[in-house]
């Protein structure tokens, strides 16, 4: 039997990426954070392509593009992000905006299917500015007073000034129009190496993990390095790297076998050379889609620095400063992208949950979410190096379009 | 028999300090960075204050003042700096250069005094673009190169574009006149709690301790931090805190009775929280008067470094940024100052060794130097908090003054 299913244009969806990533290049892959010059470009050129696929949009008061269709018949919100991590790579993020477009402009033409996809893109879902603050402010969780008080993680911007500089500021946001969207699917990377090392094509995601995060502060006292004896110092500094020994240590006898756990900045007060550190900040995250595990860790974090203020000469105070609960995907959603994976990728998918946090979990608190994930090169990501071989992503892009049009035609 | 020698006022040296503090004002102390405004206008105030004390000077190409006498006789140079450490104490260098100052307006105008003194203010002493850059330029250690490269520690800011601003590109440096002057004397805050816990008035500086500074760096493997397993991580934080630990439990088996050290800035690259850190790097110093000490240590740190990379799984590299020999102070000059503690401070002196780097190192290059130091409260400087009572101020201003005499009247 001929195929007569509508299927996703792969050079198409190539050259779409390669354009994308040829706003904001850095070596081979892009630095694009939230609302950069390159992110704007980026998001023009996505508000630039949607009438190719029959849908609508313009960048909301946020930096959120959703592109509505007027065809009659369901709807399925399709999205990613555009913006990236500071010098990080070119896929995270685009491909599933491009795969969006692509399933939009394939299918929203053809008459066998049913409704219409419609393509959004989730504005700093990287977190420069906050967390999740795009796909957050669709589904109705963000305040003025959320907005009002971000600023740049980088550089202190607040975003205030950035949306102004944007000529953004105050447009409305749009939000989540109750009982108008079947569901949501978003397609990513996999940003790590389960896939590749496993030969297969397709990551058919089960849930995405919940991030915890805490900041990890020392007091000790400033003092000068070259007159203040070894004997009577408070090193903020010393403390801090004491307790990440002592994570190291105690956390594999605590937690779940796919917990991990990651200290990404250290600060010293005030950092300079010849000042013994008064103060000391670690930002630390755990990740985990049992919220069990989690709170046994966080609580063993907390035993661990009431002992080290005990044992003195610093005080440690663990604060925790972001909550994400674990997001189960929708089990339509994961049969109708294994059913395309079985047709397409010769059955070459595994079901898997995400270590990653996406905007498909928040998407997925106001209605049926899923994800599909291609494979990463070496299982590489947030790095300039991160890569996905062509044929995945136009394999990906294939079922990704098909998973879309069984769910339409349900 | 009455006092008929000349006298520091100590009214006026208190006032002096105080005008000094009001330029650049942080709480009780001062945020005066290299080339900030309340700095430059630190610098005018001095350029203003010289022909009080008979003095001509202006300021140099490098933010160096020299103020010289057309008196004939002997010259004795003295002086310290005028900028602080980000948000620090108000009399870390100004005391020294008060007293210099008042030590000319009382000494180059009185008949019985041989020759006169000349008042230095070395810039940069804090390091906020080098090492000892106004000082080290004066003794004809730095090139154009080297202030060429030079760049702002805090914010990046090329050290060119500083002088540019400061007015000050392409005015010529001064450097020494060889055999102008019979030596060079300096006061500081002791910046320790040797004075104050001894209930000493004067430290009579013996030598000057040296400051060796090491980066020290480890490459790890950037990643992202939800979907890499624990077990396949190259964590270059990790790497560095355990070395931090390492450095703890190993030195003080292998240091001298005065050795001190420090890692006062600690970098994680990318710095992102959700980025496994894929390199790290800590500035790490040690300080000590005997270099037999400081080899022993940069050794064992050497061998740490290569045993951390042979266990993996992140390399570490030490590298030498920084060596500074100790500086022996003069002997006569030694003298002078304990005969002066003797007559105006009840012999409540004591003869030590600095463990901080003072402009009066570099200047022993070329010319017998010495130091005297007055008590700081609790030990504390490099901190807004920085103190000294009011009395050892004046206490010490008045032995200053009578040891510049008695060694122009040698």
Known sequence: MPDTHPRANGERVLADLNALRALGTYKSGVHKPTFSEPHRQSLDWLVQKLPEAGLAGAIDGIGNIVGTSSKPGPKLLVGSHLESQNYA?????PLGVVYALEAARVLNADHSVKGAVEVAAWCDEEGHFGSFLGSRSYVGQVTEAEIDAARDRTNGRA???ALSDMGLAGRPRITVEPGRHVGYVEAHIEQGDTLESGKLAIGVVTSIV??????????GEQNHAGTTRMAVRKDAGLALAKFCVAIDERFPAACGPRTVWTTGRITLDPGAPSIIP???????????????VIARLEELLRTMAAEASAKGPCT?????IRTGAPAMMNADI???IEAASKELAGGRFI???SGAGHDAQ??????PAGMLFVPSIGGISHHWTENTADADIVTGAQIFVDACRRILNR
């Open 316 to 320: 440690a105070n663990v604060e925790k």
């Open 278 to 292: 008064g103060g000391a900040e670690m930002l630390f995250q755990i990740r985990d889609d049992n919220p069990a």
């Open 210 to 219: 919940g991030i915890w995060q805490y900041r990890i502060t020392f007091i």
């Open 159 to 161: 975003m205030r000034d």
């Open 89 to 93: 790579g070119w896929l995270d993020g």
């Open 362 to 367: 928040m998407l997925a608190t106001i209605m």
């Open 334 to 336: 994961q049969d109708a």
């Open 351 to 353: 079901r898997m949950p």
